[in-house]
């Protein structure tokens, strides 16, 4: 992981910006641009090359407003070419293990201000996670 110290103000409190990116996606290369647009410097997650643990998915999980399956890519052919279907990841815990197993399925890009979370499809809603104007 790339880590360039900045904290970011919001709402008055100052929060760690974190990404989990894959540079191959079109909206993950996206929400990094807006990011760096608004001079956000977050922690860039390579998360092929360092896959979430058990811990990460877990805080992922409670911190997204979605459902545990808007986590998976299930329409991706990585994830059919595993054998996998929705019912595989219908709960939460099948969810967790199915990333454990097949981290290039996670859902991307995945970006934190402090505990809150947003899977930032389209790009733009990375700006929810800085209120209705998307300053930092």
Known sequence: ARRVSRTVSVGGMSDDVTI????????SRGALEILNERGVD????????????R??????????DDEPQALVRT???KFKAAG????DVSTREQVIGVLLKHPEVMQRPVVFVGKRAVIARPSERVLDLFGSHGAP
Not at 20 to 27: E, I
Not at 42 to 53: G, Q, R
Not at 55 to 64: K, N, V
């Open 55 to 64: 811990a990460t998915l877990e805080r992922i999980l409670d911190a997204i």
């Open 75 to 77: 329409g991706d052919q």
């Open 42 to 53: 977050a922690e860039v997650v390579h998360y092929l090359e360092t896959p979430p643990d």
């Open 84 to 87: 996998l279907t929705k019912a």
């Open 20 to 27: 989990f990116h894959n540079q191959a996606c079109s909206k």
